[in-house]
């Protein structure tokens, strides 16, 4: 009994569908031509959905920041500096990245401080913060740096190398005129990041993303090979 209610339930709304598709067509014929055109409803229509592009899939804008990747290689120098994996923190926006890099000569760290990564610094891991709570203005290297910014953060996680870190932290960022940069890490529980170096010039740095190689190209490396 319940089938039987199914299938005429459905015969009569497929029924309702032809009809006024039927409706629909009868009005377009009966209609008087237009009187632009001189063309009936039908006509026109037929017109308006040739004229009609199709419809296209729009890929979505990427969102959140842009800039360094983990993997990413930097020209540092006359070194690289690769970067093994990030730390970002995130303060209802964008507060830094944090991009480890193992066998780096000049600097062992590379900090992106705005979204577009126009701002990086090169860094090296210090023990010449004190402990406690980071002053507002600190003598290290023979500079004096002031704070920038600081606050409380998410910390987000990506790519290995990396030194345990927890789900929110607290930041401070401090700088002079000269380019110096000292930023400083700290967790409840895990060990504090402190680092320090100097803000790199944008023509002194560049992402070198290496390009995919050519399928082709791979076919005849492996008969070389072979």
Avoid at 23 to 47: C, F, H, I, V
Avoid at 158 to 176: F, K, M, Q, V
Avoid at 190 to 218: F, H, M, T
């Amino acid at each position: 009994m319940i089938v039987e209610l199914i299938v005429g339930a459905g015969l009569v709304m497929a029924g309702a569908a032809a009809a006024r598709m039927l409706m629909r067509r009868g009005e377009l014929e009966d209609a008087p031509p237009d009187p632009g055109t001189q063309k009936s409803g039908r006509e026109n229509e037929r017109e308006h959905e040739k004229d009609t592009p199709p419809k296209r899939f729009v890929t979505p804008q990427r969102e959140g920041p842009r800039g360094l990747r983990v993997g990413d290689v930097l020209l540092h120098g006359t070194g690289e500096l690769w970067l093994a994996g990030m730390i970002e923190l995130d303060e209802e926006g964008y507060v830094a990245r944090l991009f480890p890099s193992p066998g780096g000569i000049d600097a062992q760290w590379v900090a992106q401080l705005d979204d577009e990564a126009s701002d990086l610094a090169a860094l090296t891991e210090t023990d010449d913060v004190p402990e406690g709570e980071v002053p507002e203005a600190l003598p290290i290297q023979g500079r004096r740096v002031r704070l920038e910014r600081r606050g409380h953060a998410d910390v987000r996680r990506a790519g290995e190398h990396l030194p345990r870190t927890e789900a929110r932290c607290r930041y401070n960022i401090l700088s002079d005129a000269g380019g110096k940069v000292v930023i400083v890490v700290d967790f409840e529980s895990a060990p504090r990041i402190a680092l320090v170096g100097d803000r790199l010039r944008q023509r002194a740095a560049r992402a070198a993303r290496p390009e995919p190689e050519p399928p082709a190209e791979k076919k005849r490396r492996r008969k070389k090979r072979a």
